[in-house]
């Protein structure tokens, strides 16, 4: 089942604002769910950046997002399914207007008749033994899949959905047997792997049937909405909810964003600080498949629904749940994680001083999680910074690193703020409304925090905020971006709806119509570029252990398209640019000769080959051979991965040498524990290199500049 419904919102830039149209009235012919589509529909008219129009062009793609919801996969309706709901296809837009819910019940009907059918036969299918050895492939993309023209159709497909998931769970336990005194022949471990797959069958399309029940309306509504753009979402009350926890800050979890990705729930961001972020072993991109609390039995989540499967994996603090996930790499892993808080210290600024042993150089470290900012006048990720900076002057360091990799954005406020650290004064962002009107956003406090020598490191999720920052500061020419070929490209400003606000209601009987988060501004660079799909460019790009993965806007439905308008008036740090052919050369060569860096470029080509690789096999050897392949592949990766021996890290500020104080003792451990990741981070080294040779280029051309005014 696949679910529009992103249940957490990390990387988009979320204001309140109050929509000024009349409100509407419970009649006697009261509908709630006629009402929520009904205000839906006026808010996109009105307030929507893209001005699109809800007409046929509209109506046909909200069609096939919403077929999409109800069989992602194609696995339950016929080809004649779609053919009659055909009707329905240039239609919508009208009902949508009219609060017509009639395509969403006739679809709804049709699935659950669908998933019935396929619910009386999956038993027998996996009464009788797989052949593991039969030369046979299964169409993992759906996009190549036809839907079946008949049930002996589908039944053959659901045949060889039951054998791979039979066959995985084949292997995973033939593997423990291998350890197991009392081992068991091949043709019981068979037998037990079907029995296995069966047991969390039956769950899964009990869930399936509940879902479209209970869940299609605001399915429905959400496949409307996100045809305008990606970050455009209904929530409806019980979601809403959910999101109101996260807006809150309650973290209390495995400190993780979810969302959909087709049949599974996808991991997108690990939350600093959390549990997850901790563990280390669960990672954006990740599917989880399978839910277990404690030691009980695992529940199959796919094609639950993304809320439902977050209501699993959410719990008390210190309670053990345990996540099947599926590795980007197509291996199937048990992450153990022990739920709790964030670790609010974790997700503040801090930095740390990087000693070159080979040159002497001293270089600072800032890396930043998040554009924080408590508005009752807390702590803000900008104050929190210009602290840093001021420690690391104090220290005399030769230039400096902000890391923003995995830093998926947050307060619009400190990205405009942060970038004025660095630059004496001038504009920093350009941000365009649906009437075309563009507002400059200035730094608003002229003067420069740290004016030395800078790099900014970056990845694919590297969103919104951050963008914001690192375009600021290569259009100023005054840092250069290293990293991935570009960051995630999110250039939109999303407004949060409380729906309840624009219906008359009385007061002892008040029903929730959820939220709506929809996207009102653009982001344009001061250069006159939009950050929106192309984000920013990296001016060294290095491998990442990220680049087989699909992340970023030009991978979602509907983004908004790229565009520019004309630049702001700025003034360059520098006239002339700060990265030359030679400094890319040489960090070319140091990354063609570094183990690290050419084991992670085979990882990632070697990953991307297995997910372009749609067929999937059914031969037990053949997935044997392409799982050794992968394995091997990861383990040089990791043999590879070892402490930078020319790198030393120093504190900003020295802990009590000795106390008994444990919040003492607990702090040493955290920094100890970060300082080894800084050394055994090959992308933050080569940082240091690049650094290195942009210091050594400013000292030639200060001293030729000295040498010729001599001269004069």
Not at 261 to 281: A, D, H, L, T
Not at 674 to 695: H, P, Q, V, Y
Request: with cysteine; aromatic share 8%.
């Amino acid at each position: 089942m696949k679910s529009k419904i992103t249940v957490t919102v990390s990387i988009a830039v979320v204001v309140s604002v109050i929509l000024l149209f009349n409100g509407f009235s419970r009649g006697d012919d009261y509908n709630q769910e006629k009402l929520v589509a009904q205000i839906v529909y006026t808010g996109l008219e009105r307030w929507h950046y893209s001005g699109k129009k809800i007409d046929n062009d509209f109506s046909a793609k909200a069609f096939t997002e919403f077929i999409n919801y109800l069989d992602f996969s194609k696995r339950f309706l016929l080809q004649s399914d779609i053919e009659t709901l055909q009707q329905y296809k240039y239609k919508i837009d009208d009902q949508f207007a009219e609060g017509n819910s009639e395509f969403v019940k006739a679809a709804s009907n049709l699935i659950q008749k669908r998933i019935s059918q396929v619910t009386d036969f999956y038993a027998e299918l996996l009464s009788k033994p797989f052949d593991f050895n039969a030369k046979e492939s299964l169409e993992l993309e759906p996009e190549k899949n036809q839907y079946c023209k008949t049930i002996d159709e589908i039944k053959e497909y659901w045949r060889k959905n039951l054998k791979y998931r039979a066959l995985l769970r084949y292997i995973a336990l033939k593997e423990t047997n291998e350890k197991d005194k009392k081992k068991k022949n091949d043709k019981e471990l068979e037998e037990e792997a079907r029995k296995s797959v069966l047991t969390t069958m039956k769950p899964v399309f009990n869930r399936l049937t509940q879902t479209i029940k209970n869940d299609s309306f605001s399915a429905y509504i959400n496949s409307l909405v996100q045809v305008t753009d990606p970050h455009t979402t209904y929530f409806s009350p019980t979601d809403k909810e959910t999101f109101d926890m996260q807006i809150k800050g309650s973290f209390e979890g495995i400190g993780a964003t979810l969302q959909d990705e087709g049949e599974y729930v996808k991991v997108v961001n690990i939350i600093p600080g959390g549990p997850s972020w901790r563990q280390k072993q669960l990672e954006a991109g990740d599917l989880i498949v399978k839910v277990a609390q404690g030691n009980d039995e695992p529940v199959d989540i796919i094609g639950m629904r993304t809320a439902d499967a977050v209501k699993l994996i959410r719990g008390k603090k210190s309670t053990l749940v345990r996540l099947s996930v599926k590795k980007p790499d197509g291996r199937i892993i048990e992450i153990p994680i022990v739920r709790d808080v964030v670790i609010l210290e974790e997700t503040f600024a801090k930095s740390a001083v990087l000693v070159d042993k080979k040159t002497g150089k001293h270089f600072g470290f800032i890396n930043l999680p998040g554009f924080y900012n408590d508005f009752r006048g807390g702590r803000n990720s900008t104050d929190d910074v210009k602290k840093e900076l001021e420690k690391l002057k104090s220290k005399k360091v030769d230039g400096v690193i902000l890391d923003l990799r995995n830093n998926g954005g947050g307060a619009l406020q400190d990205a405009v703020r942060m970038s004025g650290l660095f630059i004496p004064q001038g504009p920093i962002l350009q941000v365009k409304n649906k009437s075309s009107q563009v507002s400059v956003l200035e730094d608003p406090n002229p003067g420069t925090t740290y004016s030395g020598p800078l790099v900014v490191l970056i990845n694919q999720i590297t969103a919104s905020a951050s963008e914001i920052l690192s375009a600021a500061l290569q259009d100023y020419n005054r840092a250069i971006i290293v990293g991935s070929n570009q960051s995630f490209g999110k250039g939109t400003v999303q407004a949060l709806i409380d729906l309840d606000n624009f219906v008359t209601q009385k007061d002892e009987d008040k029903e929730s119509f959820g939220a709506l988060t929809i996207t009102i501004q653009k982001f344009y660079r001061v250069n006159g570029d939009a950050i929106q799909l192309k984000g920013v460019s990296s001016n060294i790009v290095l491998p990442d252990r990220y680049d087989y993965l699909e992340i970023g806007e030009k991978y979602m439905d509907f983004p908004l398209s790229w565009d520019s308008i004309p630049p702001a008036s700025y003034t360059k740090w520098k006239p002339e640019p700060l990265v030359t052919q030679s400094m890319i050369e040489k960090s070319r060569d140091r990354v063609q000769s570094n183990q690290a860096f050419i084991q992670i470029k085979d990882y990632a080509d070697k990953v991307k080959h297995f997910q372009d690789k749609k067929m999937q096999t059914l031969k037990i050897d053949e997935v044997l051979k392409e799982q050794d392949q992968i394995k091997q592949a990861r383990e040089k990766l990791d043999k590879v991965k070892q402490e930078n021996p020319n790198m030393q890290v120093l504190p900003t500020i020295k802990l009590p040498v000795s106390s008994s104080d444990r919040m003492n003792i607990v702090e040493k451990e955290r920094q100890e524990e970060w300082f080894k990741e800084l050394r055994n981070d090959i992308t933050i080294g080569e940082a240091m290199e690049i650094l290195s040779d942009l210091i050594d280029m400013q000292k030639i051309k200060s001293t030729s500049k000295g040498e010729n005014q001599e001269k004069k």
